[in-house]
């Protein structure tokens, strides 16, 4: 990408990157801690699925102008919670803000019009458009969109011919500029990845949300994408992401947050967050430092029953341990 329209992306976001990053070393390693500049807040946002509490988060601010992950365990509610800040789902309370605007009751479109765009974890080329016609379909607010304009042609040529030009200068930035003409069902899955950034783009957002972006990716692309995930840092945009590649987060972030079982357990940066015992258990399970007795084998296995007695209703089958309590008590 030529180095003028790098300039142009940086200025227009406004955002001192390396004053953003080093005002992280004011911020508390905790759950929840507020920082200097958000872009988006949540608050006690709540999302169910029958009896199933998939995201409980009480409170998080993500800092402008930076690169935050967002890690834990498979099921811990990630994408869950990706999908409600964006509009892909609703949340059962709550509420949650993007430059302070409220974004509850927001539908996806809208968020996405107002700077905060997403990509997937499975993702969502248009299998039978060109690359070049993916591209086109990211910008936002085209004339053509309208029926009635539609059919008159110099009411939307020169603004196509504008992002063809902005589309073809992000494919060569993202190295797809050969593929241009290709159909997007033909891309590798690492293409795949690479088209959905770059079409992100199109829409110019300050807030950029990537939902596990190594995940199906080969090593040779791996390094490609992270080169692009720094420089959208660069720009002065804030990126958000989802990973489990673990060397890829101590790589990239300035800042981490871990979920587990829908709520936000910890917070830091990669380093720190990496050793809080918190984060370890919820990764490895909080016995994983000590050997496993068979006493504690059936103390372990007995709660395990008694919860899913009492999920069904049912009466709890009584232990040799429950019964010396009762002995003990009388």
Same mark, same amino acid.
């Given at each position: ?16 990157? #390396?004053?953003? =990053?080093a ?10 801690? *507020? ?26 601010e !993500?800092?402008?102008?930076? !690169? ?21 789902? =609703? ?17 996806a ?11 997937f974890?499975?993702? *969502? ?21 309208s029926?009635?304009r ?12 504008s ?13 797809? !500029? ?7 069902? #033909? ?11 770059? =079409? ?99 103390? !372990?296995?007995?709660?395990?029953? =008694? ?24």
């Open positions: 990408m030529p180095a003028e329209t790098t300039t142009e992306l940086a200025n227009k976001t406004g955002v001192d990157v #390396s004053a953003a =990053r005002a992280l070393s004011e911020v508390e390693h905790e759950p929840g801690a *507020k920082k200097p500049d958000p872009i988006v807040k949540a608050e006690n946002v709540r999302r169910t699925f029958g009896g199933l509490t998939a995201v409980d988060v009480e409170q998080v !993500i800092q402008r102008g930076v !690169i935050t992950a967002l890690i834990g365990p498979n099921g811990a509610g990630k994408t869950t919670f990706f999908n409600l800040l964006t509009g892909f789902d =609703r949340p059962d309370e709550g509420d949650w803000s993007f430059n302070g605007r409220s974004l509850k009751g927001v539908p479109y809208r968020v996405s019009r107002m700077g905060m765009v997403r990509t974890q499975l993702t *969502k080329v248009l299998a039978k458009l060109t690359v070049l016609e993916n591209m086109r379909v990211g910008a936002t607010g085209q004339r053509g969109e029926l009635l539609a059919m008159f042609a110099p009411f939307w040529r020169s603004e196509e011919t992002n063809t030009e902005r589309a073809d200068a992000l494919l060569e930035r993202f190295l797809l !500029i050969k593929k241009r003409e290709d159909f997007a069902g #033909s891309l590798s899955g690492g293409q795949r990845k690479l088209l959905e950034m770059a =079409r992100a783009l199109m829409a110019d957002p300050e807030l950029v949300m990537l939902d596990e972006p190594m995940a199906g990716v080969n090593p040779a692309l791996k390094q490609s994408l992270l080169g692009h995930v720094k420089s959208l840092r660069d720009e002065g945009r804030t990126v958000l992401f989802v990973e489990h590649d673990m060397d890829m987060v101590r790589d990239i972030s300035d800042w981490v947050i871990v979920m587990a079982q829908g709520k936000v357990i910890a917070e830091g940066p990669p380093d720190s967050v990496m050793g809080d015992q918190r984060v370890i258990d919820a990764y490895l399970g909080s016995h994983h430092d000590r050997d496993l007795t068979e006493e504690m084998e059936e103390k !372990i296995l007995a709660e395990a029953e =008694r919860e899913i007695a009492e999920e069904h209703g049912e009466e709890p089958v009584s232990t040799d341990e429950d019964a010396d309590e009762g002995e003990q008590r009388g």
